[in-house]
């Protein structure tokens, strides 16, 4: 998700930095129609309480969170994730794809008989249009097709060409930001293929998608209403009759949907849902796909301490990792490396790091260090999946002062840290990673002169195996060997890494014992289009 700042790749993650901070100042706005627990042909109304960082549902624009459910819920793409499985795409709008050996070449064959919600028929010159205006439009998530070409091959087939081998391409086509649009109604509304676009007004007030809901109504600050697409002949036919997805605070949330005045809510952390009635909800907790990390900056003008690796050592063997997981709360795990735990290429769990007091302690004597107090900068006004980055940063203040290693908390607004982080200026800094798309390639930005290598001052010259590996990971094909060597990026990094993955925090989400369907997904959060009545 991205906005202005990024705090994650190219696109995403800064918006929900941001996200976090409007969701703490937003007034929650419940002005919907009550909830009601029918569904199926006979309609109902299902609520949905999130906290938004919404800024347009345009799909060739949006990229923060929010948007991209209400996308998913109006929208198709050519590939999917089938319940939740991120290691496999499956066709929607194509029937399949198939990736040439060397990963230059994805053909997709499209679904006949596919329509739009106005009854007109998805062709392949719609396709070559969204792809076309996405990558055009030079918007948030335009990255994800750079050096992509989009053509038609014939009536019923598209190519996707890329200039260097993307493996990635597949996992990267279901991102609702890649959606498909009815080319003719987005023309005609002012779109068009490069930035002299003119439609994200039009889209912002109406939906011209094939998804199972269409738009009714938008307020980017407090709620949107979507019913049902009568034209939608996709597989599964959506059980709601109308959809009001509503911008509200977290406590607010968990009062709601006990009430009954909501049958989902998405942003409960693990305190405030150990309180809940489970005689009225049910919470599915796991980790979500969010890797906070410490980063260790390698400059010894910006801090000599962090860029002693025997420094660095010492403080990877002082952190008690599992009191972590205790702070984070349930469903939240130790990532392994800095591929969470549900993406390809992870390592096993037996390969995290661990602590080690008294090794941190001989560390941090033989590195001569022990005077030095670098300053640990965090935004004090982010949290996470209900965990505050100032109760983890005083946690790991904590848990270092324990093997010796003094820290200084240097807590300042997520809007001006992020500066200090993406200019390379923080001594020590505690930020998270979530993933643009479900692919382990999306992790090369931990190399040397990868995006957050960089920010920390890390070149390739400084570890020149290492950098090997990545640039080996980033150009291997096949499925089997990719994971092999993507695993074998992130133990160099566990070993000699200035980077130190700390904990996955949870994914909680709550539903009215009524509600099924509403699985987590790290791009879309859920798929509203899947949820029912039991």
């Known amino acids: 998700m991205t906005g202005p700042m990024s705090i994650r790749g190219r696109g995403r993650s800064v918006a929900l930095a941001a996200a976090a901070v409007l969701a703490a100042v937003t007034v929650a706005a419940c002005g919907s129609g009550s909830p009601d ?35 998913k819920g109006m929208y198709e793409t050519l590939l999917t994730f089938a319940n939740n499985d ?20 994805l053909t997709l064959p499209l679904a006949q008989g596919r329509v739009f919600s106005d009854g007109t028929p998805i062709t392949a010159d719609d396709v070559v249009f969204s792809l076309q205006r996405l990558i055009g439009l030079k918007g948030n998530p335009s990255f994800l097709l750079d050096g992509v070409t989009v053509a038609k091959k014939d009536a019923t087939t598209v190519v996707l060409t890329s200039a260097k081998p993307n493996p990635a391409l597949p996992f990267i086509l279901p991102n609702p930001a890649l959606s498909i649009v009815n080319s003719k109604v987005v023309t005609a509304h002012g779109g068009t293929t490069d930035d002299k676009d003119a439609a994200e007004g039009y889209l912002n007030s109406a939906s011209a998608g094939s998804g199972p809901y269409v738009l009714k109504s938008l307020d980017v600050a407090s709620q949107a209403v979507l019913t049902r697409n009568e034209a939608y002949n996709g597989p599964d036919k959506p059980a709601y009759g109308t959809v009001v997805i509503r911008n509200v605070k977290a406590a607010t949330q968990a009062l709601n949907v006990q009430k009954g005045d909501s049958q989902v809510a998405l942003d409960l952390s693990g305190d405030q849902v150990k309180g809940l009635d489970t005689s009225k909800v049910a919470v599915t907790s796991g980790a979500s796909a969010y890797t906070i990390f410490l980063l260790l900056n390698q400059s010894a003008e910006v801090s000599p301490a962090t860029s002693n690796p025997q420094y660095v050592s010492a403080v990877k063997k002082a952190i008690d990792y599992t009191g972590l997981l205790g702070v ?13 735990s549900m993406i390809a290429g992870t390592l096993p769990a037996a390969d995290a790091l661990k602590q080690d007091v008294e090794g941190a302690k001989a560390d941090l004597a033989a590195s001569g260090m022990a005077n030095q107090k670098p300053k640990l900068a965090y935004p004090s006004d982010l949290t996470l999946n209900g965990l505050s980055f100032q109760t983890l940063a005083e946690r790991l203040q904590s848990q270092l002062a324990a093997a010796g290693i003094a820290v200084d908390l240097a807590p300042a607004p997520v809007a001006t840290e992020l500066d200090n982080y993406r200019n390379g200026k923080e001594q020590m800094g505690l930020w998270y990673w979530g ?4 692919d382990p390639s999306n992790y090369l930005a ?3 002169d990868g995006l957050i290598g960089k920010r920390a001052n890390w070149p390739a010259t400084a570890a020149p195996d290492i950098n090997t590996v990545a640039t080996t990971a980033g150009a291997t094909v096949d499925t089997a060997q990719r994971d092999a060597v993507y695993q074998q990026f992130q133990q160099s990094l566990n070993a000699s890494g200035p980077f130190i993955p700390l904990v996955q925090p949870p994914s909680n989400i709550v539903t009215a014992t009524s509600v099924t369907g509403a699985a987590y997904n790290p791009i879309w959060t859920v798929d509203v289009g899947a949820i029912g009545p039991k």
Do not use: C, H
């Not at 627990?37 to 969170?65: A, C, H, M, N, W």
């Open 37 to 71: 627990g029918g569904g199926g042909s006979g309609g109902g109304t299902l609520v949905v309480d999130s906290s938004f960082d919404l800024k347009t549902i345009d799909p060739g624009r949006e990229y923060e969170l929010t948007g991209q459910m209400l996308t």
């Open 86 to 105: 991120l290691t496999k795409p499956v066709g929607e709008l194509a029937t399949s794809y198939e990736l040439s050996p060397d990963a230059t070449t």
């Open 328 to 340: 984070a709360g349930t469903g939240s795990v130790q990532p392994a490396g800095v591929i969470p």
């Open 435 to 438: 993933p643009d798309f479900p």
């Open 446 to 448: 931990f190399a040397p």
